[in-house]
């Protein structure tokens, strides 16, 4: 969906303000839709080293990179992390692209998100999304999760022995 293009005289509001002071209606729309934060990671018990799926939550919808019940996730996804200033600051498995990260980090957004494009889509046409790239966590044992370990969303698997037992592993949920 087509969005208002913004005006590049003046300063942002993603620049000109820092996240706490972003309103609920900013707050949201500096979401990309990318989905990338909706997918398992797996944390080493001993490292608190990340390593990212593409298992989907059950609620995100792979194709809209969407969750399907956002206002009431929580209900059926209570270990869904709700994202603050505070909590985007301290997690460690915020893909590098996020922008809530992006501006907590003091940089700009990407020519691909919806505030600068103007366009919902060139997040998924920048190949940035996770559309079409995910397999649902429904029916899925845990130490399958294991088989489906990738990098893309941002983050380097290097170093994770896919073979460990899955009891070795947390699994994060945004
Ligand atoms: S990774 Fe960040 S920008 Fe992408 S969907 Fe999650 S919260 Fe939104
Ligand atoms: S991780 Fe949270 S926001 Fe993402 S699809 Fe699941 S419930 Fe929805």
Known sequence: MAEQIPDHDTV??????????LSPEEWERLCD??????????????????AWTNVACQLLDGE?????????RHEVVPDCVGLTPEAVR?????????????????????????????????????????RGRTVSE?????EDYEDHLVDWPGEDPGGVDATEETAKWSVWKK
Do not use: F
Not at 138 to 142: A, K, N
């Open 12 to 21: 942002p509001y993603w620049k000109a303000k820092s996240l706490e002071e």
């Open 64 to 72: 809209a990179c969407r969750c399907r019940q956002y206002e009431t």
């Open 90 to 130: 301290t997690l460690t498995w915020l893909p590098p692209s996020c922008a809530y990260r992006l501006v907590a980090e003091g940089r700009d957004l990407y020519w691909w998100h919806h505030l600068v494009s103007g366009d919902r889509d060139t997040v998924h046409q920048a190949g940035v999304s996770v």
């Open 138 to 142: 429904v029916g899925m044992e845990l």
């Open 33 to 50: 839709g990318c989905g990338r934060c909706c997918l398992n990671k797996l944390e080493d018990w001993d490292t608190g080293e990340i």
